[in-house]
């Protein structure tokens, strides 16, 4: 039961939020205009703000654990071949298409991973997941623009080249974001230390308090924002209608993903000597790979000329689903001794 609660304490917050969004757009105190201003705010600026602080918070990056990172992106780019295969199969639609695949895939973990990551496994979680975004979040987002843009024709209906998906990877702010912060984690490795305490000599919340400050509280804002946007333009009526896909989303991002990416890890653990983790590391691939769909999915499926309304109903459904998925997942792993 009380695994059960954590779980639900992990996703309700989320929940609660997207239908706060949809009681003020019934209300009226948000409007159509408002909306869509706020979801462009989002993709623009709030979610690159957070993508940069939470890379740059990152202070365990000099104590990378190579196989777990081997690990997460095999399991990642084998998840997103596979449902490249299935997805066409399912349908032909282009606009769908795109937006199926990235649930497929990409999970929540820049959002409640590393707060999941750190309820499961303490302190051992916070440095595992921390490392683990670092690799994964520019993942997620340079798969996503792929996942929106393979399927997609030009004005004479041929496909998007490569060269035009490139363009686009680059062009991403949520790939900028997440580029900007492991630069400056980089540039952090180099800069000299003083002799007795051990600082560095330069960083921005000391040097910077402003700036620093400035940034945490943009990051801070683009989540609730997100999902309040998403609330708002989040439609019922859409289900019946949508009902096949959210079925087909759901059940790849909550069981399918999740089962084969854990049952992975266990069996390379149990038979390979180079895949040893710890249960700090299924802890961060519990947050990983059980977590929902990215709220920003929706807000990129928007900008990108995806399916909006289905990105949305998935984020939704995903969220809910996701409380059993997550106990279940650390129910079995605890059951074993993993976590």
């Excluded at 282009?94 to 999970?107: D, N």
């Excluded at 087909?248 to 399918?256: I, K, P």
């Amino acid at each position: 039961m009380e695994t059960f609660v954590f779980a639900c304490n992990a996703v309700l917050p989320i929940i609660l939020l997207i239908f706060l969004g949809y009681y003020l757009r019934r209300k009226e105190i948000l409007n159509d205009s408002f909306l869509k201003c706020g979801n462009r705010f989002v993709f623009q600026v709030a979610l690159p703000v957070l993508l940069f602080y939470n890379v740059y918070s990152i202070e365990a990056i000099t104590e990378i654990h190579w196989q777990v990172l081997l690990f997460i992106c095999m399991a990642i780019g084998i998840i997103f071949l596979a449902g490249i295969g299935v997805t066409i199969l399912f349908t032909k639609e282009p606009k769908k298409r795109g937006v199926l695949l990235q649930c497929i895939f990409r999970s929540n973990f820049a959002i409640i991973g590393i707060p999941l990551a750190e309820s499961i496994g303490g302190s051992g979680g916070i440095k595992a997941a921390s490392v683990v975004s670092a690799f994964s979040i520019p993942m997620f987002n340079v798969l996503a623009v792929v996942a929106l843009t393979m399927f997609q024709t030009d004005a004479s209906g041929k496909r998007v080249s490569l060269k035009e998906i490139g363009k686009k990877i680059a062009k991403n702010p949520l790939i900028r974001g997440v580029l900007l912060g492991i630069i400056c984690l980089l540039v952090r490795l180099v800069l000299p230390r003083e002799e007795q305490s051990g600082h560095l000599v330069f960083t921005m919340q000391d040097n910077l308090p402003f700036l620093y400050k400035a940034i945490k509280s943009v990051g801070t804002i683009a989540s609730p924002l997100a999902l309040i946007v998403l609330g708002g333009n989040f439609q019922f009526r859409a289900v019946k209608r949508l009902r096949k896909e959210i079925i087909y989303g759901t059940f790849w991002r909550v069981v399918l993903t999740p089962f084969l990416a854990l049952t992975s890890a266990v069996l390379l653990s149990s038979y390979t000597e180079r895949f040893q983790f710890t249960n700090a590391q299924y802890s961060a691939f519990i947050a990983l790979f059980a977590s929902p769909v990215a709220v920003a999915s929706a807000i990129m499926a928007g900008e990108m000329g995806g399916d909006e309304e289905l990105a949305g109903q998935l984020v939704v459904w995903t969220s809910i689903m996701s409380v059993f998925t997550i106990f279940i997942a650390i129910v079995i792993l605890r059951g074993i001794g993993l976590v």
